[in-house]
């Protein structure tokens, strides 16, 4: 099993009583560690993942799963079809 890599600069936020319906989740940037970590990064898109912890806290990890070479593509999940919005 990979170690779990956390992604620095970037915390979810559960909603509150006080959050209109229509907002899920936040997620806060802190945009220096953001960026510093971001600038370590050697893929071209990052996939991460809001998990729940076993204490019910929200937390950001990259998904680091890779196919094996004998692991048939699967076409719904693959980054390239992910079309850049920029």
Do not use: H
């Amino acid at each position: 099993m990979a170690e779990k890599q956390f992604v620095d600069g970037l915390r979810v936020k559960e909603r509150n009583e006080n959050t209109p319906e229509w907002i899920k989740m936040k997620l806060l940037v802190n945009r220096l560690q953001l960026i510093e970590w971001l600038q370590g990064q050697s893929e071209k898109w990052i996939e991460i993942d809001i998990k729940e912890s076993k204490a019910g806290k929200l937390y950001c990890e990259v998904n680091t799963w890779k196919p094996k070479a004998s692991d048939p593509i699967d076409s719904d999940n693959a980054k390239d079809d992910i079309v850049d919005p920029f």
